[in-house]
């Protein structure tokens, strides 16, 4: 059994085919690989845990024995949440070895989200952790069996019992082992998830072709090696710190992954300095803070290398000062979980590297600067960015409908950002045409808040817009028409949390207003409530 989704003209196969970025091997081999070279070299340090990659490899595989007998196995799907701990990565290699196609939901996602993401992709295994909220009890995992018939098997982190803890069945290799066979290259490995601006959350096929030559890629330009200690702060699922070059970077050139709970700046001061780490990938919110806490902790960061950062705009102002406070270079990263990453280079000049989010990771990366008719503009004026190539998707998962909305005929995809090519041939990232918050590299969906809104019984209309935020760069505000105006924030929130969305996608802000301004063509004029923002008025 396949996993149905869009795949690439047969045209542009065959191209990334010979020209060397399609390999036609599974994401596996990165481990694979490593078990061979170095197998007793360091592969991830989890707290007071350290990982070989042959431990990782055991650990994957018992687990992947046990799933294979409990009869899971190709065109199966999981569903998985787990915090920064070691346990991703072997669960992420048990999947992919015997081709269970996994969502990685973030730790942070509640309810909503996981049941949208149970809903299009049906699974038959949930891995879970004890340590959410939501699995502290059986009754989320219960609703979820209710819900998915399919669903045969949970198992959760941080649970001592045999029956249904994950750990057991890492430790424990089953009596008989069947070969293990990953799905073809050229079919899905896992989803990726997408930062939306849909009302619900959007699903991204990414194959073990397109993905693994994004890593490959990708650990090149970062200049990789064995000696590589990287710090995973940002959720371990996301596409960034698992991909750009990430997690699977690293272990792709054999060097090892330090887990920080969060980008905390002392927290991850001390594992820096304690495990001798050299290259971090934070989103700009923790540059910032980690900026401020850096003077004082200068010889715990000694083995800086390199901080990436993406996620979100990046001020040049700031990009200045990161040489000098952390003591190690910078490089800009403009990346998608749907694909297309952008690097600035290591030997790009200063410059460079503080004013522009850099260039593509391949020469096949197709990149178009269009207009609203879909029309090339001017070299160096903005316009959105359209973009195909050996690693960008070529549709979300069952949005038939949505996908015709962002892909062009010629299956482009549209990203939604506004953006600037340098006469160099970099990108500058200047905005955005999607109906999106981008709240510190953290992505809300404008509608999908608005829907939760509006089911408030005292709501009759809902916009939620972007207001400017000295350190996460962009908060929510939503605007509110009620009936009744005693109608107040607090229970707004009461609402939204108890319809189970998770808690950064809540409004940092409310106000209530007599009416919605509207455009020409009767639509809500969030351009006119962005510039009200700027204008003092009630608030609660
Ligand atoms: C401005 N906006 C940026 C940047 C992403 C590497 C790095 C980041 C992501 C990511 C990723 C930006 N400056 N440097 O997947 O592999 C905004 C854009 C983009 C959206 C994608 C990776 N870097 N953005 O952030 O899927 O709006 O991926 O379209 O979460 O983040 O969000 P996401």
């Given at each position: 059994m396949k996993i149905e989704f869009q795949r690439w003209p047969d045209d542009l196969a065959s191209r990334y085919r010979e020209r060397g970025y399609w390999i036609d091997e599974p994401l596996t081999r990165i481990l694979a690989e490593q078990w061979r070279l170095r197998p007793e070299a360091p592969a991830i340090i989890c707290g007071e845990r350290r990982f070989t990659y042959a431990e990782l490899d055991t650990l994957s595989s018992n687990l992947a024995a046990h799933l294979t007998a409990q009869g899971?196995?190709?065109?199966d799907t999981a569903l998985v949440q787990l915090p920064n701990v070691a346990e991703f990565y072997i669960v992420f290699f048990a999947l992919l070895k015997i081709g269970v196609a996994p969502?990685?939901?973030?730790?942070?996602?509640?309810q909503l989200e996981l049941t949208a993401y149970a809903k299009q992709i049906e699974p038959r295994l949930l891995i879970a952790s004890r340590r959410h909220e939501l699995f502290g009890d059986d009754g989320f995992a219960a609703e979820l069996r209710r819900m998915v018939p399919g669903l045969a098997l949970v198992l959760l982190h941080d649970e001592p019992s045999p029956e249904i803890g994950l750990d057991h069945r890492m430790r424990a290799a089953p009596d008989r082992r069947s070969p293990f066979a990953p799905t073809?290259?050229?079919?899905?490995?896992f989803f990726q998830l997408s930062g939306g601006s849909t009302g619900t959350p959007k699903l991204i096929p990414r194959t073990h072709n397109d993905y693994d030559y994004s890593v490959r890629g990708s650990a090149e330009i970062c200049g990789l090696t064995p000696q590589t200690r990287f710090l995973c702060a940002l959720p371990a699922g996301h596409n960034f710190p698992l991909s750009s070059p990430g997690a699977l970077g690293v272990f792709h050139a054999g060097g090892c992954v330090v887990l920080a709970p969060n980008p905390e700046p002392l927290t991850c001061f001390a594992l820096i300095e304690r495990h001798g780490v050299d290259m971090v990938a934070l989103v700009p919110p923790a540059i910032m803070l980690w900026l401020q806490a850096a003077p004082a902790h200068r010889s715990a960061l000694r083995s800086l290398k390199l901080v990436q950062v993406g996620g979100a705009s990046f001020a040049g102002s700031i990009a200045r000062q990161v040489p000098e406070v952390l003591g190690c270079k910078l490089q800009q990263v403009f990346g998608m979980a749907e694909g297309l990453v952008n690097y600035t280079r290591l030997d790009d000049a200063d410059e460079r590297v503080f004013s522009t989010q850099g260039r593509p990771i391949?020469?096949?990366d197709e990149v178009k600067i269009v207009d609203e008719d879909g029309r090339p503009v001017a070299e160096g004026t903005p316009g959105m960015l359209a973009t195909r190539g050996p690693y960008t998707f070529r549709g979300y998962y069952r949005s038939p409908e949505h996908n015709a909305q962002v892909f062009d005929a010629e299956g482009f995809y549209y990203s939604g950002d506004v953006v600037q090519r340098t006469p160099e041939g970099d990108l500058k990232v200047v905005g955005r045409v999607k109906d999106q918050i981008n709240r510190g590299g953290e992505k809300v969906a404008a509608e999908e808040i608005e829907n939760l809104i509006l089911q408030?019984?005292?709501?009759?209309q809902a916009a939620l817009v972007a207001m400017q935020d000295a350190l996460l760069g962009e908060k929510s505000c939503a605007f509110i028409v009620s009936r009744n105006p005693e109608l107040k924030a607090p229970a707004l929130r009461r609402h939204l949390l108890a319809l189970g969305v998770a808690e950064y996608k809540l409004p940092d802000r409310v106000r209530l207003i007599e009416a919605m301004p509207l455009t020409a063509?009767?639509?809500?004029?969030k351009k006119k409530l962005r510039d009200r923002l700027a204008q003092p008025s009630a608030t609660f």
């Amino acid at each position: 059994m396949k996993i149905e989704f869009q795949r690439w003209p047969d045209d542009l196969a065959s191209r990334y085919r010979e020209r060397g970025y399609w390999i036609d091997e599974p994401l596996t081999r990165i481990l694979a690989e490593q078990w061979r070279l170095r197998p007793e070299a360091p592969a991830i340090i989890c707290g007071e845990r350290r990982f070989t990659y042959a431990e990782l490899d055991t650990l994957s595989s018992n687990l992947a024995a046990h799933l294979t007998a409990q009869g899971l196995g190709h065109g199966d799907t999981a569903l998985v949440q787990l915090p920064n701990v070691a346990e991703f990565y072997i669960v992420f290699f048990a999947l992919l070895k015997i081709g269970v196609a996994p969502v990685n939901a973030l730790f942070s996602h509640r309810q909503l989200e996981l049941t949208a993401y149970a809903k299009q992709i049906e699974p038959r295994l949930l891995i879970a952790s004890r340590r959410h909220e939501l699995f502290g009890d059986d009754g989320f995992a219960a609703e979820l069996r209710r819900m998915v018939p399919g669903l045969a098997l949970v198992l959760l982190h941080d649970e001592p019992s045999p029956e249904i803890g994950l750990d057991h069945r890492m430790r424990a290799a089953p009596d008989r082992r069947s070969p293990f066979a990953p799905t073809a290259s050229d079919e899905v490995a896992f989803f990726q998830l997408s930062g939306g601006s849909t009302g619900t959350p959007k699903l991204i096929p990414r194959t073990h072709n397109d993905y693994d030559y994004s890593v490959r890629g990708s650990a090149e330009i970062c200049g990789l090696t064995p000696q590589t200690r990287f710090l995973c702060a940002l959720p371990a699922g996301h596409n960034f710190p698992l991909s750009s070059p990430g997690a699977l970077g690293v272990f792709h050139a054999g060097g090892c992954v330090v887990l920080a709970p969060n980008p905390e700046p002392l927290t991850c001061f001390a594992l820096i300095e304690r495990h001798g780490v050299d290259m971090v990938a934070l989103v700009p919110p923790a540059i910032m803070l980690w900026l401020q806490a850096a003077p004082a902790h200068r010889s715990a960061l000694r083995s800086l290398k390199l901080v990436q950062v993406g996620g979100a705009s990046f001020a040049g102002s700031i990009a200045r000062q990161v040489p000098e406070v952390l003591g190690c270079k910078l490089q800009q990263v403009f990346g998608m979980a749907e694909g297309l990453v952008n690097y600035t280079r290591l030997d790009d000049a200063d410059e460079r590297v503080f004013s522009t989010q850099g260039r593509p990771i391949s020469p096949d990366d197709e990149v178009k600067i269009v207009d609203e008719d879909g029309r090339p503009v001017a070299e160096g004026t903005p316009g959105m960015l359209a973009t195909r190539g050996p690693y960008t998707f070529r549709g979300y998962y069952r949005s038939p409908e949505h996908n015709a909305q962002v892909f062009d005929a010629e299956g482009f995809y549209y990203s939604g950002d506004v953006v600037q090519r340098t006469p160099e041939g970099d990108l500058k990232v200047v905005g955005r045409v999607k109906d999106q918050i981008n709240r510190g590299g953290e992505k809300v969906a404008a509608e999908e808040i608005e829907n939760l809104i509006l089911q408030h019984p005292d709501v009759t209309q809902a916009a939620l817009v972007a207001m400017q935020d000295a350190l996460l760069g962009e908060k929510s505000c939503a605007f509110i028409v009620s009936r009744n105006p005693e109608l107040k924030a607090p229970a707004l929130r009461r609402h939204l949390l108890a319809l189970g969305v998770a808690e950064y996608k809540l409004p940092d802000r409310v106000r209530l207003i007599e009416a919605m301004p509207l455009t020409a063509v009767g639509k809500i004029d969030k351009k006119k409530l962005r510039d009200r923002l700027a204008q003092p008025s009630a608030t609660f």
